[in-house]
């Protein structure tokens, strides 16, 4: 075993990881930190998307090691201070991005990711940088519904659902 | 997984020590790797990650030669303006996530016959660094998942020179987002170069007839009445062997017509 340490949502945390450690499972089984979801385990959903110096990558397909030193935001540190949902957070409640929800803490880091480079997406620059998050239940629409309104974009005429 | 040892040296000569054990194996940005260690169908006993060695990252153009660090990210590659062609193919790889992982040094390490980047870089005639000696792309595919770099040799670098034109046309596999088939041309001092990726049974490959007939005449019409034998081709569940021979004639032309 190793010692791991890691800025995670701006606290210092550190634990005992083996070489095979997953960020993912580091995440969720050390830390305790469950909303970033494990979904497919190959690579594929987008599910486990965090940020990692602030580049979202799967955190399924990182090593915890690998994260050393660097600084991870996960899902849970994208509410505001107070507690209350994050604007993209919130965009996703008012429009209906999500049904089941276990897509949605990855839709919401992608989206987040996206927004920084480029803050007033097209719908076509959405749903291609979406390629690497599947949802199975919304058939995306509200999600681009969602991620346009978070970037300040109306959507309440092309978007009608 | 099964377990292993993990080391991340910051330096090239503390990466060559680690690798120097037989059953040591370089980690890159890890999108094809970690998936293949979960499926179990590799078992190394030490993995050695390269990332975290700065002289292995970074891109620098002078004298018409982009330099690309073997431990450069797609997503970097992308955003470079020297060599937009190269730029798009990198871009076009994965998925935003994946390309913020992913590397050159690795996708042309693992070589896989499906991959981008062993077109562009056998399309524009690069040069691969390593940490002995610098090959030619022509002589660094040698075949399927296999290049001519040795036991514990590392890739540092590919150099690029920068071709007058140069695209690069993928037909997506919708679902993996690798190529069903992709071609690079490129047409710079030393000549037109059609390399093509995704088709062939032994991974990448030149197209020596269609160099021939843009060498004189570089545009998609110099293409008609060339075709690939289908034999030697990929056959699978997204496409046959005769499909994919087509869809490279397809690819090139509009290769050929998007590099202008």
Request: glycine fraction near 12%; proline fraction near 4%; include cysteine.
């Amino acid at each position: 075993m190793t010692k791991v340490t890691m800025s995670v949502n701006g606290t210092e945390r550190s634990g005992e990881v083996e070489g095979r450690t997953l960020l993912s499972a580091f995440l969720r089984d050390t830390l305790g930190l469950t909303g970033t979801h494990v979904g497919c385990d190959t690579g594929q959903c987008g599910a486990c998307t965090v940020h990692v110096d602030g580049k979202s990558v799967k955190s399924c397909n990182m090593f915890a090691l690998e994260a050393d030193g660097a600084s991870v935001t996960t899902i849970e540190g994208m509410a505001n201070d107070d507690g209350s949902l994050g604007v993209i957070q919130q965009a996703f409640q008012d429009h209906h991005g999500l049904q089941c929800g276990f897509c949605t803490p990855g839709m919401v880091m992608a989206a987040a990711a996206l927004l920084k480079e480029n803050p007033k997406p097209s719908e076509a620059e959405v749903r291609a940088w979406l390629s690497g998050n599947l949802c199975r239940c919304t058939g995306y629409h509200n999600i681009v519904k969602a991620i346009l309104a978070a970037s300040g974009q109306d959507v309440s005429k092309e978007f009608a659902a | 997984m099964y377990a292993f040892e993990f080391e991340r040296p910051r330096t090239l000569d503390e990466a060559v020590a680690a690798l120097a054990d037989d059953d040591a194996q370089a980690l890159a940005g890890g999108q094809t790797l970690i998936p293949t260690l979960r499926q179990r169908l590799a078992m190394p006993g030490k993995l050695v990650s390269l990332t975290a060695i700065d002289a292995l990252r970074g891109l620098s153009a002078s004298g018409g030669v982009l330099t690309i660090g073997a431990a450069t990210t797609h997503a970097e590659v992308a955003q470079q303006t020297d060599y937009p062609a190269l730029a798009k193919l990198a871009g076009g790889i994965g998925d935003p996530h994946v390309r913020n992982r992913g590397t050159i040094g690795g996708s042309i390490a693992n070589n896989d016959p499906s991959a981008c980047y062993p077109a562009g870089v056998l399309g524009s005639g690069a040069t691969v660094v390593t940490n002995r000696r610098e090959i030619a792309a022509d002589d660094y595919f040698t075949g399927l998942f296999e290049t001519a770099l040795d036991e514990g040799e590392i890739i540092t670098a590919v150099n690029f020179p920068i071709p007058d034109k140069a695209a690069y046309a993928k037909f997506d596999q919708p679902a993996s987002r690798f190529a069903l088939v992709g071609v690079f041309v490129s047409k710079g001092k030393d000549g037109v170069r059609v390399a093509v990726t995704g088709a062939s049974e032994g991974g990448v490959f030149r197209w020596a007839e269609a160099e021939a007939a843009l060498a004189s005449d570089f545009s998609a019409g110099a293409l008609e009445g060339l075709s690939v034998d289908p034999e030697g081709m990929i056959g699978d569940i997204h496409g046959g062997p005769d499909y994919r021979a087509h869809l490279i004639g397809v690819m090139t032309r509009r290769a050929v017509a998007a590099a202008g």
